[in-house]
């Protein structure tokens, strides 16, 4: 699209919450999801304000974190953009929280715009929306909009001209969605708004952190046998308090049969199974395969990861032990957000059971629930504070990004109300 006429119409992908910026700074695009406090919208575009002065553009829809590979959630969508908003440092008129912009950002690498555009509607969707790139199929779901031979863009933008079907299609797609009332306007931040809450996890930068997550699983069925029940059974709960089901428990992370480990290294290199559960009472192992971001990992063409371990436990259990084999998936991992089902039935043809994070927390949720006023222990301080760290997962999105740019902007402005105080 070199040849960019003034008078074209365009719909502008706006790829929000990625980038090396954000791991420091507050995010410029915060003021997408509120009013500012004359209640008018502004939106800025990613990643730095600018855009093409030739370009028309008429609406941009805002796209939050990626779901599977090319799959984003539709996070919000500026209505007829009619103006651009020409405001730097010294600008003082927009504030969100009684604070003007320039305040709130004062302590970032500040980039030289605040907003690109002052637009006539800023929604947020009621429900998760989805848009699919360069899709070449209809999507199943009606929340999932197919973008026909239109890829990501490579400067977190993507433009569609109104000479493209697209274009039409995807504002039929968006109005549709109004017409039955599944957006709604933005608001203004209130003094009563609080600030985004943040998990010991988040603060470490640890987050997204297989290995952390698998040692903290690893301690709490060990600590709990009742835990137990919930991998071996198939439940959806499980007991903190002692439970005699479970007597004879052993925990181990990073297994793998000592007849491998004796073996070479090619051989030690096909991995290690993340925990390995032996339950001597009921002559039961059950193994659990934690990925987070990761994929499976191919070994060759013909096996991976999951068919290693497979043979590991085969090779240990003999026919002496039932066997349990787990998959542990955020809900928004590609094998489960990008409704990837040929790849997960080829998985469940094996012998492994995918469990969500979702799965997890609402019977973690439960346990706690209802071990609540008998025995209070340092545990049970631990294993709330990792039941809200596994929240996260449950989502549909991977949100790590987002949440730490609402949290540095709400922060901002609740720091700069005190001071004026």
């Known amino acids: 699209m070199s040849n960019i006429?003034?008078?074209?119409?365009?719909?502008?992908?706006?790829?929000?919450?990625?980038?090396?910026?954000?791991?420091e700074n507050t995010g410029h695009e915060a003021i997408n999801f509120f009013a500012a406090d004359n209640g008018s919208k502004y939106v800025y575009l990613c990643p730095d304000g600018?855009?093409?002065?030739?370009?028309?553009?008429?609406?941009?829809?805002?796209?939050?974190?990626?779901?599977?590979?090319?799959?984003?959630?539709?996070?919000?969508?500026?209505?007829?953009?009619?103006?651009?908003?020409?405001?730097?440092?010294?600008?003082k008129g927009i504030k969100?929280?009684?604070?003007?912009?320039?305040?709130?950002?004062?302590?970032?690498?500040?980039?030289?715009i605040y907003a690109t555009f002052t637009v006539e509607e800023l929604l947020i969707p009621k429900e998760q929306l989805f848009i699919r790139f360069d899709s070449t199929e209809e999507a199943k779901s009606k929340n999932i909009f197919p973008l026909v031979g239109i890829k990501v863009g490579q400067d977190m933008r993507s433009y569609i001209p109104e000479d493209d079907g697209m274009y039409k299609r995807l504002l039929d797609f968006l109005r549709n969605?109004?017409?039955?009332?599944?957006?709604?306007?933005?608001?203004?931040?209130?003094?009563?708004?609080?600030?985004?809450?943040?998990?010991?996890?988040?603060?470490?930068?640890?987050?997204?952190?297989?290995?952390?997550?698998?040692?903290?699983?690893?301690?709490?069925?060990?600590?709990y046998h009742g835990f137990a029940s919930f991998w071996f059974e198939g439940g959806?709960?499980?007991?903190?308090?002692?439970?005699?089901?479970?007597?004879?428990l052993t925990v181990k992370r990073e297994w793998m049969p000592k007849s491998k480990e004796k073996g070479s290294?090619?051989?030690?290199?096909?991995?290690?199974?993340?925990?390995?559960?032996?339950?001597?009472?009921?002559?039961?192992?059950?193994?659990?395969?934690?990925?987070?971001?990761?994929?499976?990992?191919?070994?060759?063409?013909?096996?991976?990861?999951?068919?290693?371990?497979?043979?590991?436990?085969?090779?240990?259990?003999?026919?002496?032990?039932?066997?349990?084999?787990?998959?542990?998936?955020?809900n928004y991992h590609p094998l489960k957000a990008d409704n990837s089902d040929v790849y997960v039935n080829e998985i469940t043809k094996q012998k492994w059971r995918i469990v969500t994070y979702k799965e997890l927390y609402?019977?973690?949720?439960?346990?706690?629930?209802?071990s609540k006023g008998k025995n209070k222990d340092n545990d049970k301080k631990f294993f709330d504070e990792f039941i809200k760290s596994i929240e996260q997962h449950t989502h549909t999105v991977n949100d790590s990004k987002s949440k730490w740019v609402m949290h540095r902007f709400l922060s901002s402005i609740n720091k700069n109300n005190k001071k004026t105080k």
């Open 265 to 330: 290294g090619s051989q030690s290199r096909k991995g290690r199974v993340d925990i390995f559960i032996q339950d001597e009472t009921h002559k039961s192992i059950c193994v659990i395969e934690n990925k987070i971001l990761s994929d499976i990992e191919k070994i060759d063409n013909d096996s991976n990861q999951l068919k290693v371990y497979e043979g590991y436990v085969s090779e240990y259990a003999k026919k002496d032990y039932i066997t349990h084999h787990i998959l542990l998936l955020p």
């Open 177 to 223: 969605k109004e017409r039955d009332k599944k957006w709604e306007p933005v608001k203004k931040i209130k003094k009563s708004d609080k600030d985004i809450s943040l998990t010991y996890m988040d603060v470490c930068g640890r987050n997204t952190d297989e290995n952390a997550y698998s040692n903290a699983l690893k301690y709490f069925i060990d600590k």
């Open 96 to 112: 969100y929280g009684e604070v003007p912009l320039c305040k709130i950002y004062q302590n970032d690498k500040q980039q030289d």
């Open 50 to 91: 600018n855009y093409g002065k030739k370009r028309n553009i008429s609406d941009v829809v805002l796209l939050g974190n990626r779901s599977g590979k090319s799959t984003y959630e539709i996070v919000g969508w500026a209505k007829n953009v009619t103006k651009s908003v020409k405001d730097d440092k010294k600008t």
């Open 236 to 248: 959806k709960s499980f007991s903190l308090d002692s439970n005699g089901k479970y007597k004879k």
């Open 362 to 370: 609402n019977a973690c949720i439960a346990a706690l629930n209802s």
């Open 5 to 23: 006429k003034s008078n074209k119409k365009e719909i502008v992908l706006n790829r929000m919450f990625t980038g090396s910026y954000l791991d």
